[in-house]
Nanobody, 124 residues
Framework: QVQLVESGGGLVQAGGSLRLSCAAS????????VGWFRQTPGKEREFVAG????????DHADFVKGRFTISRDNAKNTVYLQMNNLKPEDTAVYYC?????????????????WGQGTQVTVSS
């Protein structure tokens, strides 16, 4: 059983940056693929980025490529999402999720564990 806790959200102006963290406890963290997802009211949850066990493979949604970067530090049991050049449309609750397999997936239903989420608000 893996517990995930997100942090680092907040209010930022357009063009600014935030770094989200996803801290894990329980289980062998290096054996879990981790994904970041986001959701706004009235919209479906959408995949943002994912990273494989040791970070050798990453996947980023097209709408964040060049702006967001996912990374992980298994020694700290933490996955990060560096978000640069933020836009108002990036406003959402961001969730991290984990699945016990090697490769990241874009479908949230393939993830077994979820955090509570952290709010990101980008003002124009």
């Amino acid at each position: 059983q893996v517990q995930l806790v997100e942090s680092g959200g907040g209010l930022v102006q357009a063009g600014g940056s935030l770094r989200l963290s996803c801290a894990a406890s329980g289980g062998t963290f290096s054996r879990y693929t981790v994904g970041w997802f986001r959701q706004t009211p009235g919209k479906e949850r959408e995949f943002v980025a994912g990273i494989s066990w040791f970070g050798s493979s990453t996947d980023h949604a097209d709408f964040v490529k060049g702006r967001f970067t996912i990374s992980r530090d298994n020694a700290k049991n933490t996955v990060y999402l560096q978000m640069n050049n933020l836009k108002p449309e990036d406003t959402a609750v961001y969730y991290c999720a984990a699945r016990s397999s090697h490769s990241p997936r874009r479908n949230g239903f393939e993830y077994d564990y979820w955090g509570q989420g952290t709010q990101v608000t980008v003002s124009s």
